[in-house]
């Protein structure tokens, strides 16, 4: 899977990217990320990509014309045609099924914004797909970017560095219960015991039992996962 990352600040990503995991899966060719930094794509002689907003307001925003010729010159670098993804906090709230179907396509480009964003027009010239990663502000669409190529590339089958398929037990498109809780040794630690009922090989009670525990634990802190579906 290739993913271009369109970026003013490319270097956000060399520490993310060199993690064994990540880099294993790129050392196989399961995995290609390459990053544009979008300066190179300004017109004028001072690498200007971003400029005051008509109308007034505070901030600067991403220029048309250097975004737009980024994401286009990127897009004909590789015959596969990128799916285009701009992060934003106004986008389709990034859930397991859209990382799901995210992980079925061979290209993916990444749009990373910064300041008060783009110029509308990039949206109506382009027409991304536009994904945010939660409800709250960041800085820039790096990080949102790196959460999206790591939520996806653990589905890629022999990314993972187990031979597990990946953990889909909560949030999948099939398991809404969050996950119960796990102990490994020592069975004792400051007075806190291992629930006898893991410890006595009964599997069909211990089944029963986490099921009951994941049930409770939704209720308890994401009530608003048991509401439909
Ligand atoms: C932001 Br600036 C900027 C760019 C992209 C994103 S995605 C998110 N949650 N916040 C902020």
Redesign the pocket.
């Known amino acids: 899977m290739r993913f271009d990352v369109l970026t003013l600040f490319p270097d956000i990503f060399n520490g993310y990217l060199s993690q064994s995991l990540l880099n294993k899966a790129i050392n196989n060719q399961l995995v290609e990320v390459h990053l544009h930094n979008v300066r190179d794509w300004s017109a004028d002689k001072h690498h200007r990509v971003d400029d005051r907003p008509y109308g007034g307001g505070p901030g600067m925003i991403l220029m048309v014309e250097p975004m737009v010729d980024a994401i286009e010159s990127v897009q004909s670098r590789d015959d596969e045609t990128a799916e285009v993804i701009v ?3 106004t ?1 389709e709230p990034l859930k397991q099924p859209l990382v799901e179907e995210l992980a079925t396509m061979k290209r993916l480009m990444l749009v ?6 783009f110029d509308q027009r990039v949206f109506d010239v382009v027409r991304p797909r536009e994904i ?10 790096e ?2 970017a790196m959460t999206i190529i790591d939520a996806v590339i653990r589905l890629i089958p022999g990314v993972l560095g187990d031979e597990d398929s990946p953990r889909q037990d909560s949030f999948s498109t099939s398991n809404r219960l969050l996950e119960f809780p796990q102990y490994t040794r020592p069975r004792s630690f400051r007075g806190l015991d291992v629930p006898e009922v893991l410890l006595n090989g009964n599997h069909a009670e211990i089944d029963n039992w986490r099921r009951t525990q994941s049930l409770q634990r939704t209720q308890d802190r994401r009530r608003d996962l048991l509401g439909e579906g």
């Open positions: 992060l934003t906090p986008g990373c914004g910064r300041y008060e964003g945010s990663v939660g409800d709250y502000i960041l800085n820039g669409g990080v949102a």
